[in-house]
T-cell receptor
């Protein structure tokens, strides 16, 4: 079985500050990891994903995440927050044998203060 | 435009009145899935389908039915809705979810009174 824990259901940063959203996973097989963003009244949009290869993954809108196997983590970062980054962010892991299950974390709502 | 379309966007219904939420994708994806989103619980999978006529339960299937008669459509059926099914529902599709992730629809906000 696989699971995802997102530390902090709400994170608040000032505009221009570093964004750090935490994600830890458990998986019995090598995981594939995803970050999604959900803007108000919209569906989820894929930000970035890690499958194999380079452990630092760059996504859209200036976000990136680093896969750290030893820490079972896949934290999402952005050097400088923008007001438009305010949204809910979901980390997800897949890794079951059939490859069809995506397990999501509880989500982190990012607030950006002017 | 490649997309997953679900209807309606908003629905208020009464306990026990059967309803169907439709979902259609135009990307020729094999996999389709239904999730519900509740505060603090993230997204939980209700049912998924790997191909036409092949469906299976997710984490929270009780009270829901699905069918996959055509590749592009994957409706979600609530035979006798109850207030605990009040939630935000998402349909999603993928070629291979474990590798590609899912493409999501815009959501259906369901309220059962």
């Amino acid at each position: 079985a696989q699971s995802v824990t997102q530390l902090g259901s709400h994170v608040s940063v000032s505009e221009g500050a570093l964004v750090l959203l935490r994600c830890n996973y458990s998986s019995s097989v090598p995981p594939y990891l995803f970050w999604y963003v959900q803007y108000p009244n919209q569906g989820l949009q894929l930000l970035l994903k890690y499958t194999t290869g380079a452990t630092l993954v760059k996504g859209i809108n200036g976000f990136e995440a680093e896969f750290k196997k030893s820490e079972t983590s896949f934290h999402l970062t952005k050097p400088s927050a923008h007001m438009s980054d305010a949204a809910e962010y979901f980390c997800a892991v897949s890794g079951d044998n059939a490859g069809n299950m995506l397990t999501f974390g509880g989500g982190t709502r990012l607030m950006v203060k002017p | 435009e490649a997309q997953v379309t679900q209807n309606p966007r908003y629905l208020i219904t009464v306990t026990g009145k059967k309803l169907t939420v439709t979902c259609s994708q135009n990307m020729n994806h094999e996999y389709m899935s239904w999730y519900r989103q509740d505060p603090g619980l993230g997204l939980r999978q209700i049912y998924y389908s790997m191909n036409v006529e092949v469906t299976d339960k997710g984490d929270v299937p009780e009270g829901y039915k699905v069918s996959r008669k055509e590749k592009r459509n994957f409706p979600l059926i609530l035979e006798s809705p109850s207030p605990n099914q009040t939630s935000l529902y998402f349909c999603a599709s993928s070629l291979l979810p474990g590798l590609d992730g899912y493409t999501f629809g815009s959501g259906t906000r369901l309220t059962v009174v």
